[in-house]
């Protein structure tokens, strides 16, 4: 089997690790988690099996957002270090063969950015037109806030001037207008920066909504096209840097999405995040069926063969379950967030995993292996290796950037502040430090960090699951999920048992693309820890899998040689 160099598209395999410095290691003893902190926790993700670290905003901030709320694209934070730490920790990761990429929030600034302090000032101030405003009092637009209970309107007016500006999230952080040639070309400059820096990409965030030219004139509207604008930014981006990659989150259905990658094209963004699957993967944990999980894989649509799905079970933000129906979303609330406070904007969970699933080792496990089996490239959050939970005493999505939990020692080893200094509070209870933490994780082998760090080499080890094509594979068990990914010739197949019940299933390999139509002597050869299973010659078998069991194979061919 030809493993894949195309060293452009690095990411199609990698495994991203997403983290916000202010919350992963406090390296100045001051309560907040920054650079120097950071720099010291390389080699732990590296010894994990990381390829790419998602550096949530650090840029300077009121902090109102947890830094989404941008004030100065070419700086950083005064509390999180400085442009010197900065470089020193990409350098540093690079040292242990991983890429960096950070979060680029192009939608909006802070209402303390100098842009905007400015654009207040008058009607004709030259920074006017670098957000979006309007003269005439707005119609009801309550439908279209995106933080339901938070805001009442998208439109807030400005003393200042009378005028109304546009926000899509908080009234702090009005909408850039994009339409703007001057603000293309300062946000080109500004990640053209972070590139030079040394950077590898970016995770844009809220791309539709950057990409929205709601409440400017149509004479602005016409001189842009937002696909044709997006192009032109993943062009830029290559022109700066070959194998840089926009990650996109883009939380649309799969037809919407695909105009988000460039259609067949494929020339927009190179990754976006998979929020259908995401999301039938918990429907289908709720009902221990796969169905609906197979049913969203389905209808994936084709893309680029450059192109790549993000695949993730837990984020930042809270665990968006819009694309359910009402009834399918309660079904979810009802399994792992039946209390209010768990739910979020009445469309979320701020719940991490294994609260969720009340500890339940086998089945958090089986969770994670369908992470990294799916097609696509796996994306963790900082802190799920290890089993942490949320905090529920939290406002919001802080409930689940609680500080990383290194050690059992006082503040979990994040800080050596006092309690009350933190940046954030330290989980309590059964899923605080004393009990889950990385340390002790590290040290036993049987630990969900040793288990994930497996998961990371056999993905890694495994080309087809980020490179190939993806097949369900029929069967009569509605619990299981049966897939196969194909790539130069090798196959993998992959089996996850959602039931809390054992179960016995009896299916096929073959398939109208197999090269040989006869499987006499081929076998599947077990990639974890399980045995080997025969294939009759026509590609039939057999495989009993335990509750939320999961198994990994290669199919191996007499004569074949065998690939790790």
């Not at 957000?131 to 009442?152: C, L, N």
Request: proline fraction near 5%.
């Amino acid at each position: 089997m030809r493993i894949a160099q195309t060293s452009d598209l690095w990411w199609k395999n990698a495994v991203i690790y997403c983290l916000d410095p202010e919350t992963f290691f406090d390296g100045d003893g001051d309560g907040t988690g920054d650079f120097g902190g950071l720099i010291q926790r390389v080699d732990y993700l590296a010894a994990l099996g990381v390829t790419c670290i998602w550096l949530m905003p650090f840029y300077p901030t009121p902090d109102k957002d947890d830094g989404y709320d941008v004030t100065d694209l070419y700086g950083v934070d005064r509390r999180l270090g400085n442009l010197g730490d900065v470089v020193e920790f990409i350098r540093t990761a690079k040292d242990r063969g991983m890429r960096v990429i950070a979060d680029f929030v192009l939608n909006h600034t802070s209402d303390k950015h100098p842009w905007f302090v400015q654009a207040r000032k008058s009607v004709d101030n030259p920074f006017r037109d670098y957000y979006v405003w309007r003269k005439d009092p707005p119609p009801d637009t309550s439908e279209q806030v995106v933080f339901p209970g938070e805001e009442t309107s998208i439109w807030t007016r400005d003393k200042a001037t009378g005028e109304w500006y546009l926000h899509m999230f908080a009234k702090h952080q009005p909408d850039l207008n994009v339409a703007n040639p001057l603000v293309r070309d300062e946000i080109a400059k500004s990640m053209g920066f972070w590139l030079q820096l040394g950077l590898d990409g970016f995770r844009l965030d809220a791309v539709p909504f950057f990409l929205e030219l709601q409440g400017t004139s149509k004479e602005d509207a016409a001189q842009v096209d937002p696909h044709d604008y997006l192009s032109a930014l993943r062009s830029f981006l290559n022109r700066r840097n070959g194998s840089g990659l926009l990650l996109g989150e883009v939380n649309l259905p799969y037809k919407d999405q695909l105009k988000y990658f460039g259609g067949a094209a494929g020339n927009e963004l190179n990754m976006q995040f998979d929020f259908l699957s995401m999301q039938n993967i918990y429907l289908s944990l709720a009902r221990e069926d796969a169905r609906p999980l197979e049913k969203s894989l389905s209808s994936r649509p084709k893309i680029h063969p450059d192109n790549q799905w993000a695949v993730f079970v837990r984020n930042h933000d809270e665990l968006t379950l819009d694309k359910l129906s009402d009834a399918e979303r309660e079904e979810v609330f009802a399994a792992f967030g039946p209390e209010e406070d768990m739910q979020m904007y009445g469309r979320g969970l701020r719940r991490r995993l294994p609260t969720m699933l009340n500890g339940d080792p086998a089945r958090i496990r089986m969770v994670y292996s369908l992470m990294f089996a799916l097609p696509g490239t796996p994306v963790l959050f900082y802190g799920e290796e290890i089993g942490m939970g949320e905090d529920l005493s939290a406002k919001g999505r802080s409930a689940v950037r609680s500080p990383m939990q290194w050690n059992d020692t006082r503040n979990g080893g994040f800080s050596t502040a006092p309690a009350e200094d933190l940046v954030a509070h330290v989980v309590d209870g059964y899923f605080g430090p004393k009990n889950i933490n990385a340390a002790a994780a590290k040290r036993d082998p049987e630990s969900l960090w040793n288990f994930i760090a497996t998961l990371i080499q056999r993905y890694r080890e495994s080309p087809e699951l980020g490179w190939g094509d993806f097949e369900l594979i029929k069967h009569d068990a509605a619990k299981v999920l049966l897939h196969r990914c194909s790539w130069d010739g090798s196959t993998v197949v992959l089996a996850h048992n959602f039931g809390a019940e054992p179960a016995s299933v009896a299916a096929n390999v073959a398939s109208a693309g197999d090269a040989q139509t006869g499987f006499g002597g081929a076998y599947l050869r077990d990639l974890l820890a399980g045995h080997d299973i025969e294939l009759a010659d026509d590609g039939g078998f057999e495989l009993e899998l335990d509750r939320y069991g999961y198994r990994w194979f290669r199919i191996q061919r007499p004569g074949e040689r065998h690939i790790p």
